[in-house]
């Protein structure tokens, strides 16, 4: 494994930290050797780290890494996209891309057309996502596309806490003709690390009733349409 020399670690150390820190947060635990991979920093720089994270209380040290004692805004353990699978077990007149691992093999035994685009495997959500999604997703035109999220602010749009993840979603609403987003009204007015999409290339909003009302006329007056389940 090439690591990238640390030449400045002292004046790069805040913006390292924050770094350090979304990534814990988001994987929950990750070992020492990961986070050099992904910062490009030597080991030491990285125990250097996160002992000083852990004097404030951001995360704890184990064994060979570092668990996260940070909220990741409640992150879902991502059953909608499987329950949705579910629902197409008996639907073979259609053709459904997936990136969800848990999704495919819903529907593996029986059911639509199935395509599994390639990609970094996001453990956390059981999904494959990054730059390499592009490949495939680029040459489909895809009909609907059921997209769920983390948090959903007015200004902010979509948010996710995974770089990643936001970079296939943000692949996946360019390429569908209609954009479908499924999300409980708890994740309303919440921002979470990274952007995944805006609310003009969005044109459903699946919720719960509990959507603050001033929200609701904000979208439905961008064009947005609002179904309550």
Same mark, same amino acid.
């Given at each position: 494994?090439?690591?990238? =020399?640390?030449?400045?670690?002292?004046?790069?150390? =805040?913006?390292?930290?924050?770094?350090?820190?979304?990534?814990?947060?988001?994987? *929950?635990?990750? !070992?020492?050797?990961?986070?050099?991979?992904?910062?490009?920093?030597?080991?030491?720089?990285? !125990?250097?780290?996160?002992?000083?994270? #852990?004097?404030?209380?951001?995360?704890?040290?184990? &064994?060979?890494?570092?668990?996260?004692?940070?909220?990741?805004?409640?992150? /879902?353990?991502?059953?909608? @996209?499987?329950?949705?699978?579910?629902?197409?077990?008996?639907?073979? $007149?259609?053709?459904?891309?997936?990136?969800?691992?848990?999704?495919?093999?819903?529907?593996? *035994?029986?059911? /639509?057309?199935?395509?599994?685009?390639?990609?970094?495997? !996001?453990?956390?959500?059981? +999904?494959?996502?990054?730059?390499?999604?592009?490949?495939?997703?680029? #040459?489909? &035109?895809?009909?609907?596309?059921?997209?769920?999220?983390?948090?959903?602010?007015?200004?902010?749009?979509?948010?996710? +806490?995974? /770089?990643? #993840?936001?970079?296939?979603?943000?692949?996946?609403?360019?390429?569908?003709?209609?954009?479908?987003?499924?999300?409980?009204?708890?994740?309303? *007015?919440?921002?979470?690390?990274?952007?995944? *999409?805006?609310?003009? @290339?969005?044109?459903?909003?699946?919720?719960? $009733?509990?959507?603050? %009302?001033?929200?609701?006329?904000?979208? +439905?007056?961008?064009?947005? %349409?609002?179904?309550?389940?």
């Amino acid at each position: 494994m090439a690591i990238k =020399p640390d030449l400045d670690h002292k004046a790069l150390a =805040p913006q390292r930290w924050e770094s350090l820190r979304a990534l814990i947060r988001d994987s *929950g635990v990750i !070992r020492v050797e990961d986070l050099c991979r992904r910062l490009r920093v030597s080991s030491a720089t990285v !125990r250097r780290d996160l002992d000083q994270l #852990e004097r404030s209380g951001a995360i704890r040290r184990v &064994h060979g890494g570092a668990v996260s004692v940070e909220s990741r805004l409640d992150e /879902p353990v991502f059953e909608d @996209n499987t329950s949705l699978a579910r629902l197409l077990r008996d639907r073979a $007149n259609l053709t459904v891309v997936t990136n969800s691992l848990k999704a495919a093999y819903e529907l593996s *035994g029986r059911g /639509p057309r199935l395509i599994v685009i390639g990609g970094e495997l !996001r453990r956390l959500s059981q +999904t494959l996502v990054g730059p390499l999604t592009r490949l495939l997703l680029g #040459e489909l &035109h895809l009909d609907k596309a059921f997209m769920g999220t983390i948090g959903f602010a007015p200004k902010e749009g979509l948010t996710t +806490t995974d /770089p990643s #993840e936001a970079f296939t979603k943000e692949v996946v609403m360019k390429q569908a003709r209609q954009v479908i987003v499924l999300a409980d009204s708890s994740k309303a *007015g919440k921002v979470s690390f990274a952007s995944a *999409g805006r609310w003009e @290339n969005v044109h459903v909003l699946i919720t719960d $009733n509990h959507v603050d %009302k001033e929200f609701a006329k904000e979208l +439905t007056n961008n064009s947005i %349409k609002l179904i309550r389940a």
